[in-house]
């Protein structure tokens, strides 16, 4: 007999159970178990979390467990080169296949053939990060942890050579590669030309697709209480859409995103999600109201700083705050709580709503303090290290004064442009993407890497000043 855990994991491994109740009876049998059916769905559902499981969906409504390479088996999907990858006559891999191909497979798993079946071939070569950061902005951390960064800023860039492909198929700047599963779970596509006057003919089509992926991609943004990874939402959505709607995908994280005129792209810490105008209105309007009226009596469950900070209303993260702690103690050998108060409550005022919401902020911020003192005490930060560091929290302080200045100026809150706080978002993501390389003890921080970082931050602080005065001018 074995544990629930163990019955799920035995359960799910061969990847052929596909109806939801067949799934269940399994466990049970493989279990024992005498919980209730609803009680093991939210077993598996945390199964998969916990796991970082994110090739498996259970879709309750349909009653069906669906896996990731069985949905995007016979899926064929469009890719559109940049100009740059034209002139180059290369295609970079990046997210450009997200979700059909899962971005925790390494890319130079990928096989690619021509309608011959003769093998594209496959290079790697460094770039400059920023410079090539719009094939991976949409990875997730599963998928970017393939890709090695330099010291010198460079990222390893895996592409194929279209260079004999494009010229034997008179491939143009207007055309498209449309990619066809050979093998999905050995990752072997076909890959073929497209031309202009195919899209233009398919258009009245992908208008109709466009529409209906659309409405699944709203209804799990409804629905989820989490914003998952892009790749995850659209698996997720494709999962619940129409089975003619899988035919041909199109070119879901390319111009059907980047168009679409309620549906936009956002960066949380590591990764970018999708949400809708709508979610985006509602979310807002429940702030405000959470703002002027906080449901105090619900306050003081959250134990850790995270949650502490958003029940407070407080943009300031934990690694932030780990991020002080730090600099003080390279600075001063000690960690000045009144002053770390006085930062993230404004002129040290307190603005805890009930005695448990103290008391956890208390038990939290001590047993940060001793893990910091711990990691960092005796471990001086290098030049290179501290430079960075500091400059990160200055640009993380910033963006926490611009909005708490733009609460300041706000009269009319219908009235305010929520697409102005977008452009604070590469701001934010790369602040925060810092202080976790910064305050992760086992994360090695090469010199050259620091220096190179430290250089592009002191650029980044100056774009973020006209940033500021552009969007205060707006307010």
């Given at each position: 007999m074995l544990t629930l855990e163990k019955a799920i994991a035995a359960a799910l491994k061969p990847r052929t159970i596909t109806n939801l109740y067949t799934l269940l009876d399994d466990i049970k049998k493989r279990s024992k178990t005498d919980l209730g059916d609803f009680t093991i769905f939210d077993h598996i559902e945390t199964y998969l979390v916990d796991h970082g499981i994110t090739d498996i969906y259970i879709d309750h409504e349909e009653e069906k467990v669906i896996y990731?390479?069985?949905?995007?088996?016979?899926?064929?999907?469009?890719?559109?080169?940049?100009?740059?990858e034209f002139a180059d006559k290369h295609v970079v891999i990046g997210h450009r296949f997200l979700p059909f191909f899962h971005p925790s497979t390494p890319p130079d798993q990928l096989v690619l053939l021509d309608e011959k079946d003769v093998i594209i071939p496959m290079l790697s070569e460094k770039r400059n990060l920023v410079d090539n950061i719009i094939y991976f902005s949409m990875l997730p951390p599963y998928g970017l942890e393939h890709y090695e960064l330099g010291s010198d800023g460079s990222i390893e860039v895996f592409l194929f050579d279209l260079a004999e492909w494009m010229t034997s198929n008179k491939f143009t700047i207007k055309d498209n590669i449309l990619v066809t599963p050979v093998d999905h779970k050995n990752n072997?596509?076909?890959?073929?030309?497209?031309?202009?006057r195919d899209i233009r003919t398919q258009k009245i089509a992908d208008a109709r697709k466009d529409t209906l992926l659309t409405e699944a991609i709203q209804a799990q943004l409804a629905i989820s209480e989490?914003?998952?990874?892009?790749?995850?939402q659209l698996f997720q959505a494709f999962a619940n859409c129409d089975a003619s709607i899988l035919n041909q995908a199109g070119t879901p994280v390319g111009p059907f995103i980047s168009n679409h005129p309620d549906i936009h792209i956002f960066n949380n810490g590591m990764y970018a999600y999708l949400n809708s105008q709508e979610n985006i209105e509602s979310t807002i309007d429940h702030a405000m109201d959470e703002a002027m009226y906080p449901d105090v009596d619900s306050f003081g469950t959250a134990t850790d700083i995270a949650g502490i900070f958003a029940e407070m209303g407080i943009s300031y993260t934990e690694e932030f705050l780990m991020g002080k702690m730090i600099e003080q103690l390279n600075e001063h050998q000690q960690i000045d709580k009144v002053g770390l108060?006085?930062?993230?409550f404004k002129n040290g005022q307190l603005p805890f709503y009930n005695e448990e919401q103290e008391t956890n902020f208390e038990t939290a911020f001590t047993s940060l303090s001793k893990y910091v003192t711990q990691q960092w005490g005796n471990q001086p930060l290098s030049l290179p290290e501290k430079k960075l560091l500091t400059q990160t929290l200055r640009l993380k302080v910033d963006i926490i004064g611009l909005l708490r200045d733009i609460d300041a100026k706000i009269t009319d809150p219908d009235q305010f442009d929520i697409s102005l706080l977008m452009q604070i978002q590469p701001f934010e993501l790369v602040s925060d993407n810092l202080l976790a390389l910064l305050t992760d003890p086992e994360e090695e921080k090469p010199n050259d890497l620091l220096r190179d970082l430290?250089?592009?931050?002191?650029e980044m602080h100056s774009e973020f000043q006209i940033t500021r005065n552009h969007i205060l001018s707006e307010v």
């Open positions: 990731r390479e069985q949905l995007f088996a016979n899926t064929a999907f469009r890719v559109q080169l940049t100009p740059e072997t596509f076909r890959i073929e030309k497209l031309s202009s989490v914003l998952f990874p892009i790749d995850i108060y006085a930062m993230l430290s250089k592009q931050m002191k």
